[in-house]
């Protein structure tokens, strides 16, 4: 584990890592764990919401939006590896230790909205919830985890931007985060950032 840090901090000084140095760029982290580590994507990315579908535009009159009541969720993938197997001593007294891989239990999440431009409204919404499974050590795993929700989309849609008959749209850094706890006891928080579009296209 000491030595995937070491490399870590190696990448980040030579520009080779660019997700988990602190960068501009949004992106994911790792979580350390004592036999694994894991790693969260969220597909579509970016993530685009319709704010007001169906509407329609006539002699520059927006009209027949509706704002829909279900939330929009997107597909997380969690990634389990596990570490190399440590060996101790030299030369001919050389042993392999044995460390037996665990699961992960992904347990509760946030999901928190940073605006990509100063221009767009803050959303001061926190989604949360219950992810509820687990990733294998080793193995993959996937949930679904909303990054719109309906009290999000209507206070959108009475912004004067959204609410025309010109295209237009705001673009978030949604981060994702999710408790995860080992099989031993171990706890980490599991991220990832992926931007979301609230656009007032049809």
């Not at 969720?73 to 030369?91: E, I, K, L, N």
């Not at 673009?171 to 706890?181: F, S």
Request: glycine fraction near 8%; aromatic fraction near 6%; hydrophobic fraction near 35%.
């Amino acid at each position: 584990m000491k030595r995937s840090i070491i490399v870590k901090a190696l990448l980040c000084l030579t520009g080779l890592v660019i997700s988990s140095c602190g960068g501009s760029s949004p992106g994911s982290s790792v979580a350390e764990f004592k036999t694994v580590e894991v790693t969260m994507a969220a597909t579509p990315s970016p993530f685009v919401s319709k704010v007001l579908p169906g509407n329609a535009c006539s002699n520059g009159v927006l009209s027949g939006g509706q704002i829909t009541t279900d939330d929009t969720p997107a597909t997380v993938t969690f990634t389990s590896t596990v570490y190399p197997t440590p060996s101790q001593g030299s030369g001919n007294t050389t042993t392999t230790t044995t460390i037996t891989p665990q699961s992960v239990s992904l347990n509760g999440y946030t999901v928190t909205f940073t605006p990509a431009s100063s221009a767009y409204p803050p959303i001061a919404d926190v989604i949360s919830g219950f992810v509820g499974t687990t990733v294998t050590a080793g193995g993959t795993a996937t949930a679904t985890i909303p990054l719109s929700t309906l009290n999000i989309r209507s206070s959108l849609a009475a912004n004067p931007t959204l609410h025309s008959c010109t295209a237009a749209s705001f673009t978030y850094y949604a981060t994702i985060t999710v408790a995860g706890t080992e099989q031993s006891g171990t706890n980490a928080a599991i991220t990832t950032t992926v931007p979301v579009e609230f656009s007032n296209l049809p």
